[in-house]
């Protein structure tokens, strides 16, 4: 299928599928006169990657992960390894904004009892 009917089939961007493409996480073929073309594993393969946005994981760490996540018969620990320490990744990042949205009430407190 052309990328336009990719892009209709997940409703994603053709842009985005182009940036999927040059990040390594979609392959296509190419015409003679150089159009794209993928086969219809593209269609789940577009719904994983945008999953795996969704749920925060950049295109680098996706590149990484792919190959495991799109072949069952290949999974391995090292993939639920893996995603694990994404999820604790993102659990610190979130502790640590929560401590500086306190400190930020804090000031905020502090201008307004100020400024009363």
Not at 6 to 32: C, D, H, K, P
Request: hydrophobic share 45%.
């Amino acid at each position: 299928m052309r990328i336009g009917e990719l892009a209709a089939r997940t409703g994603v961007s053709v842009r985005s599928i182009r940036y999927y493409e040059q990040q390594g996480l979609l392959v296509s073929t190419r015409t003679g006169s150089g159009q794209r073309v993928f086969a219809e594993a593209a269609v789940e393969r577009v719904r994983l990657i945008q999953r795996l946005f969704d749920a925060g994981l950049s295109s680098r760490r996706m590149f990484e992960l792919l190959p495991c996540m799109s072949d069952p018969d290949i999974r391995t620990p090292w993939l639920a390894d893996k995603l694990r320490a994404e999820r604790e990744r993102m659990v610190a990042e979130m502790a640590e904004l929560a401590r500086t949205v306190a400190a930020l009430d804090v000031i905020v407190e502090e201008m307004t009892v100020t400024a009363a």
